[in-house]
């Protein structure tokens, strides 16, 4: 999915059509098509971020798509079908004690994202490309969470996309700060509500609890794979 399709389709559509889209997976009605509609659109969010480190959302619903994405991306590794004994001798804990944690950290951020979020959203992207060990992306995403400064949503109009578009100005790119930074600082005047509007809606059914995860790895587990090599 093209980057610039997603961040147009943002910024045009209506709140009715995108809390439509959200809630009942678009005009489809199989449930697997709605939830592939659903990761496609939070992918296409966290591209948009990973090539911006902007971003003009609510913190809450973005930590939930953040979540979202960390739970399917760890899922993709081979140790999520392991034994408890291998996990614990691959990773020094369980697979489950290793998702908790890792959503545990991103959850502590109660104001904002951190000022990482950029380099997270890399991450999450193309998780299995990066690190092909499992130890070394949790090493990797623990490090990118482990931070105390915050980024504030952008104030600036959500871009319409173009090709090859010309570097930010130096003004204009998040800079740490003691609590909070903002990104994109130049004043603006319009509705920010009207911003990517598809990210305000509910998107309760795109999130992942713990209990439904540890259902997901149980049936897993019922039919371990041997161990991969190192």
Request: contains cysteine.
């Amino acid at each position: 999915m093209e980057v610039s399709a997603v961040n147009e389709n943002s910024c045009t559509s209506t709140d009715h059509e995108q809390e439509h889209v959200l809630n009942h997976g678009g005009t489809d009605s199989n449930p697997e098509t709605a939830q592939e509609e659903e990761e496609e659109q939070i992918r296409g969010i966290l591209q948009f971020i990973s090539s911006t480190g902007k971003f003009w959302h609510s913190w809450d619903k973005l930590k939930r798509m953040l979540s979202f994405q960390l739970k399917l991306v760890l899922l993709e590794y081979p140790e999520a079908k392991m034994t408890t004994e291998q996990q614990n001798a691959s990773l020094g804990e369980t697979y489950l004690e290793l998702v908790t944690r890792l959503d545990e950290e991103l959850h502590c951020f109660t104001e904002g994202p951190p000022f990482t979020l950029q380099r997270i959203c890399e991450i999450l992207l193309a998780a299995r490309s990066i690190y092909p060990n499992l130890s070394k992306l949790a090493f990797a995403l623990e490090k990118n969470l482990l931070v105390t400064s915050t980024l504030t949503a952008s104030t600036k109009p959500c871009p319409q996309m173009m090709p090859d578009p010309e570097p930010e100005k130096a003004n204009d790119e998040p800079q740490p700060q003691s609590n909070s930074i903002q990104n994109g600082t130049e004043p603006v005047a319009g509705d920010r509500d009207e911003i990517m509007t598809e990210v305000e809606a509910d998107i309760d059914d795109m999130t992942i609890d713990m209990d439904a995860f540890q259902e997901m790895v149980g049936s897993s587990e019922a039919n371990p794979t041997p161990a991969e090599n190192s």
